[in-house]
């Protein structure tokens, strides 16, 4: 089954159990998955919807991801007020409902969003790129530690920085073993050739 198949799945059981925390949680995954598939005003739509209707069930778990999703989004459909707003909800969330598992990512999608405003500001770029690294690095959590590098990779090769890109790059992606195949090892792997290059 594809990742598709099981939110529709996930979502229709839920609506048939009455379970709106968990159809809400479906609903949001299905405008993830819009969002990665390009179709960024459609996912706009859904996460917004969806968002709504899971905050509706009381929820606060996940609800900073989901923000940053959504921010994401925005950001894709140059709604650069509404990204930085949406960005900025999570950020407060982290810290009133100290759920902090995703604060890694959500540092990294700030990084990112200011890269791409209107008015590109590497300085800020770089800040929460820091942050968001020291953070997944103080977590132990490889995977965000992995995508804060890239991130933070792309902005010195483009600065002119390619030896200290590569040089952050390296440890990170040598700590892993598996999942090569994964979408993040994949794009690192390319990251690195380029920097060689």
């Not at 969002?35 to 739509?45: C, N, P, V, W, Y």
């Not at 100290?98 to 209107?118: D, H, M, Q, T, Y």
């Amino acid at each position: 089954m594809t990742a598709n198949e099981l939110v529709k799945e996930l979502v229709t059981l839920s609506d048939e159990k009455g379970a709106l925390f968990w159809k809400a949680h479906g609903m949001l995954r299905q405008g993830s998955l819009v969002a990665l598939t390009g179709k960024a005003s459609e996912a706009r739509q859904m996460l917004v919807s969806a968002l709504s209707e899971y905050r509706s069930t009381g929820a606060t778990l996940w609800v900073a991801a989901h923000l940053s999703y959504l921010a994401e989004v925005f950001a894709e459909l140059a709604q650069f007020d509404e990204a930085w707003r949406r960005i900025g909800e999570a950020m407060t969330l982290i810290e009133t409902t100290k759920e902090r598992w995703f604060e890694a990512e959500v540092n990294r999608i700030a990084g990112e969003l200011a890269l791409k405003s209107p008015k590109p500001d590497a300085a800020k770029t770089e800040t929460h790129l820091n942050r968001a690294l020291a953070i997944a690095r103080a977590q132990q959590a490889k995977s965000w530690e992995l995508r804060a590098a890239m991130s933070m990779a792309r902005l010195w090769r483009d600065q002119g920085k390619r030896q200290q890109a590569h040089d952050l790059l390296v440890p990170v992606y040598g700590w892993f073993t598996e999942g090569f195949d994964t979408l993040d090892l994949k794009e690192a792997k390319a990251l690195l050739e380029q920097l060689k290059a």
